[in-house]
């Protein structure tokens, strides 16, 4: 891996870029550019950006953004670098990096969280739970807030209290001509209302506002595992269940391989099997009855859905998807889980190419489904499951595998798509045309003019501007 400095940026320039920030400018001449480079996904451990600024406030970022536009770089911002796509690095370009930018202050009264433009999930949680509070987070701890709540937000509580994006009061955004835009209800609610599903598209987010909502410390959640065979039967006991099941609850089945944890015998470690793995937000006690109907459905290799901390849910995957691992998501929306396409996915189960490759069918509707279609940009609302291919793997030679299998699998399901999809679980490039409708796409690219005319940040699921190059 070589690491060149793009012949544009002189000493002096950075120099110059370094006495305008209080946070540190890093370059291929420094000891941390390597480690500063880096984001989640390993497939894109490559890129090599030109500098890499890591903002200490919003005062830097406007720098940043003001040093990229007058040297002709491209920008990629990095919130909690999670991005399948590898949207939060790039080559030969600036990486504005908000990961100093973590802070969270939780106003219990107000039921409020001001959180930094580079916090991650486990951040939020670590200071709401303090208070018995929460709000709609990843699956994973190490997800940045930003990127998933601009694209939406899919976690445990959704069906109770809404997307991400859907608790996403106000925000302050440094948008391309360096100003600081406050964005709410009151105030620019057309951006809100951009904020809430369209991406990274018009500006870099410094600071977002949400709701909070009593939660924990300790609920009712974790996951039954299943031998493989018994997948067609427990896709199709949670459809059914799925149609009737409260708010309370969200859940999802998972086509996978066992991870080799305590908790699942070790002579099942590493074989396929199926997983329900849920939450309740409700009262513990009631938890055991909300699932009854599904888990009976076969005998299983292990359960451990019952009482654990929020906190713990909330960490519970993470030591499966840890940093620097390659990865590629594909997803789409569906508009029903029919027999056929169980079958299918049963299937396709069976010829994943590693032990990390997952089918995941999400289970929606709930609060998710009542926001108004138009409401947000979020593109689609009434799709009952959101079915997402997820694979990861560690010897870069193994990649074309795994894409091509999770393609395949999103592919054996397009006569049960709606035709759209999350853009968060898009490991592609290119996709935002088809993913929102036609509506929500036009409002986008009427917002992008206004905002972003020029495309200073289409480095994400770009939404082009109308008047880009005129
Ligand atoms: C292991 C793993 C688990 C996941 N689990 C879930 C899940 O449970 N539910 C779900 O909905 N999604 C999930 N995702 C997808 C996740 O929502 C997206 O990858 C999301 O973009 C990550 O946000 P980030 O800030 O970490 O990413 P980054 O890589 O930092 O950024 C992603 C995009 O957002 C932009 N961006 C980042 N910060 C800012 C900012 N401050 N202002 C403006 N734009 C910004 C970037 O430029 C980029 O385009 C998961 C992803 C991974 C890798």
Sequence with gaps: MSHTIAPILGEATIQELRESVRGQVITPGD????????????????????????CAGAADVIAAVGFARSHGLPIAVRGGGHSVAGFSTCDDG?????????????DPVSRRAVVGGGAVWADVDH??????????????????????????????TMRKFGLACDNLVAADVVTADGQIV??????????????????????????FEFGLHPLGPVIYAGAVFYPAEDAFDLL????????????EVTALVNLTSAPPLPVIPEEWHGRKVVALVAASSGPVDEGPALFGGITDVAEPIADVLGPMPYKFL??????????????YFKA??????????????CKAHQTAPGPQCEIHVHQMGGAVARVGAGASAFPERSMPFVLNAVTGWHDPAARSAHTDWARAVIGAAS??????????FLGDAGAAQSSYSEDAYTRLVALKDKYDPTNVFRLNQNIEPSMAGS
């Design 31 to 54: 000891a941390s550019y390597g480690e500063a480079c880096q984001i989640w996904n390993g497939a894109y451990q490559d890129r090599r950006p030109a500098v890499v600024v890591q």
């Design 94 to 106: 600036i990486m504005i990096d908000l990961s100093p930018m973590r802070g969270v202050d939780v």
């Design 127 to 156: 200071e709401t739970q303090v208070h018995g509070l929460a709000t709609t987070g990843g699956l994973v701890s190490s997800t940045g807030v930003a990127g998933f709540t601009l694209g939406g937000g899919i976690g445990w």
């Design 182 to 207: 406050h964005a709410s209800e009151s105030e620019n609610a057309d951006l809100l209302w951009g904020l809430r599903g369209g991406g990274g598209n018009f500006g870099i987010v410094t600071r």
């Design 236 to 247: 199709r006991a949670f459809r059914a269940w799925s149609a009737g099941a409260p708010d």
């Design 314 to 327: 909330q960490t519970l995957l993470d030591p499966l998807w840890p940093s620097g691992i390659h990865a």
């Design 332 to 345: 789409t929306n569906l508009a029903r889980l029919d027999d056929q396409l169980v079958d299918r996915l």
């Design 415 to 424: 006569e049960a798509s709606t035709g759209r999809a999350y853009v968060n």
